[in-house]
């Protein structure tokens, strides 16, 4: 619910919010979402919001849901967009709006602990997929103390320069446990004959299981976890997907780096929107990557994890600027 009569002028992270009329600005871009009306019915609050921006001014419709503890907002691009919106007018309207709505700070916009955005609409592989929805959520605490100085510059996409490519799917009918590769000429070879890969179009980039370690859940149920490796313009991010715990964006392994660490928020941001993107072209019913043939993890149930198991759920990583543990983004479903 957003509070009325309150002077707000406290800053989170790259945002300073405003009252009459209630906004939330990004200091370093000067985008803006401004409430241009609001009406309340049954708990449930439907506005008009302005978004400007250097280049743009449009007025967008959303709806917030009100719980116990939990505010919702939902924002649905078919209400706004009569035919689907370029891939850089969307691109820059769903970096700031899935990021500045989280950032509403609860003792000044919202008076919940708990916020989550639903976007319905995106660029996906080329395509425009009108009904596919993706969720963010953040469980909100006092933000970090952090100097303007020490925040990173925001990502802000070009209108005219962002394009949407599509994926394509290279089958391996029975991969490896673990990838040999490396870098030829600014494409990674060997990975094609060793495991399936996503393969981008236009601006290459590549995305692949690259190793399988074996766990015991207390110590006793067999679990496969799979490392996933993005290689692009000669860097590569590995990653973990873990049946459990999901995808952690905030341990990364770069290039050659044994040591695991926390991405920038660029690097961070170009991996979850990747991912995001080239996910469910993932072939169903997913390949099945084995356990390692060392006679340490035989098992009678086996270590084996899917390859690209459907849906994908994203822990940890940027809002405002600030790194938030308690971040999650993940994919519903597809239309």
Not at 135 to 159: C, E, I, N, Q
Not at 286 to 306: E, L, Q, V, Y
Not at 312 to 325: D, E, M, N
Request: hydrophobic share 40%; with cysteine; proline share 8%.
């Amino acid at each position: 619910m957003i509070l009325e009569g309150v002077d707000l002028a406290a800053a989170c992270g790259w945002y300073e919010h405003g009252q009459d009329p209630v906004s939330v600005t990004n200091v370093m871009t000067g985008q803006r979402l401004t409430v241009v009306s609001r009406v309340e019915t049954g708990g449930v609050v439907k506005l008009q919001v302005r978004y400007q921006d250097a280049d743009l001014d449009l007025t967008l419709p959303l709806v917030l849901r009100q719980g116990k503890g939990t505010t919702a907002a939902e924002l649905d691009y078919r209400w706004a967009f009569a035919k689907p919106p370029a891939p850089g007018l969307w691109r820059r309207l769903d970096d700031f709006l899935t990021d500045a709505l989280l950032a509403w700070s609860p003792d000044q916009v919202f008076d919940t602990r708990y916020q989550h955005v639903t976007a319905l609409g995106a660029w996906q592989s080329g395509v425009w997929q009108p009904s596919w929805q993706r969720r963010f959520s953040l469980s909100r605490s006092s933000p970090p103390a952090v100097s303007a100085a020490a925040l990173p510059s925001p990502w802000m996409a070009s209108l005219t320069e962002a394009v949407s490519w599509p994926w394509r799917y290279i089958d391996v009918e029975h991969p490896v446990s673990e990838v040999s590769w490396r870098w030829v000429d600014g494409v990674p070879q060997g990975i094609q004959s060793q495991v399936p890969c996503l393969e981008r179009e236009g601006s290459p980039a590549w995305l692949f299981p690259s190793r399988l370690e074996p766990e015991l859940n207390r110590g006793e149920d067999p679990m496969g976890l799979i490392d996933y490796t993005l290689a692009q313009a000669g860097r590569a991010f590995t990653f973990r997907h873990h049946p459990i715990a999901d995808l952690n964006l905030l341990y990364v392994r770069q290039n050659d780096n044994d040591k695991h660490g926390k991405p920038s928020y660029q690097d961070w941001k170009a991996i979850a929107s990747t991912l995001v993107d080239a996910w469910s072209c993932w072939r169903a019913p997913p390949r099945i990557m084995p356990a390692p043939a060392d006679s340490r993890w035989r098992h009678p149930f086996g270590f084996s994890a899917p390859v690209g198991e459907a849906g994908l759920r994203i822990q940890g990583g940027y809002v405002a600027g600030l790194v938030q543990h308690a971040f999650q983004l993940s994919l519903t479903q597809k239309g």
